[in-house]
T-cell receptor
Framework: DAGITQSPRHKVTETGTPVTLRCHQTENHRYMYWYRQDPGHGLRLIHYSYGVKDTDKGEVSDGYSVSRSKTEDFLLTLESATSSQTSVYFC???????????FGPGTRLTVT | GDSVTQMEGPVTLSEEAFLTINCTYTATGYPSLFWYVQYPGEGLQLLLKATKADDKGSNKGFEATYRKETTSFHLEKGSVQVSDSAVYFCALVVAENFNKFYFGSGTKLNVKP
């Protein structure tokens, strides 16, 4: 199994507060991704990174920002959490040029 | 554009029954195709993949064949077990952009003893 951890695994927060989720990998893979999973929508890409300090937007990036200061860590920040951001968030990694992604265990976020 | 469509669930089967979960795709380039499985409370795990037409991916008794003529990648297993109960996702990525995965909405499988 790919070495991917996410923290926290569960979080409850209030509307309007900032929240940061962390993804940590031990595989030294170049590419890292943040998805959200909601019933009926499958997985939707929020942001991804193709190297340290190199990031790009996915299809549902509004209200989210990311940072990658080290190869092993990719942070997702909800600048001002809203109830529509209640979801399960998954981090994934992949090797450059390889058509497969490996997923972390997920973070369940509830915004009240 | 690129997309994946998979059959609606849930699918409920008795143990040892034959499983088929349908997946069809639309792709502008040359896709690689995947099946992922998600057990309750866990992340997605890569189950199998196929990277070119007529390839068959297989793992843990599951199989899927990349059919370019029908743009399909149906998942099959000859004899399901209770432990196969999970949500299954079909996905594709095109060679022109390995960062852009397209996932189906998932099919929940319930296997009864």
């Amino acid at each position: 199994d790919a070495g991917i951890t996410q923290s926290p695994r569960h979080k409850v927060t209030e509307t309007g507060t900032p929240v940061t989720l962390r993804c940590h990998q031990t595989e030294n893979h170049r590419y890292m991704y943040w998805y959200r999973q909601d019933p009926g929508h499958g997985l939707r890409l929020i942001h991804y990174s193709y190297g340290v300090k190199d990031t790009d937007k996915g299809e549902v990036s509004d209200g989210y920002s990311v940072s990658r200061s080290k190869t092993e860590d990719f942070l997702l920040t909800l600048e001002s959490a809203t109830s529509s951001q209640t979801s399960v968030y998954f981090c994934a990694i992949s090797e450059g040029g390889q058509p497969a992604q490996y997923f972390g265990p997920g973070t369940r976020l509830t915004v009240t | 554009g690129d997309s994946v469509t998979q059959m609606e669930g849930p699918v409920t089967l008795s143990e040892e029954a034959f499983l088929t979960i349908n997946c069809t795709y639309t792709a502008t380039g040359y896709p690689s195709l995947f099946w992922y499985v998600q057990y309750p409370g866990e992340g997605l795990q890569l189950l199998l993949k196929a990277t070119k037409a007529d390839d068959k991916g297989s793992n843990k008794g599951f199989e899927a064949t990349y059919r370019k003529e029908t743009t399909s990648f149906h998942l099959e297993k000859g004899s399901v077990q209770v432990s196969d109960s999970a949500v299954y996702f079909c996905a594709l990525v095109v060679a022109e952009n390995f960062n852009k995965f397209y996932f189906g909405s998932g099919t929940k499988l319930n296997v009864k003893p």
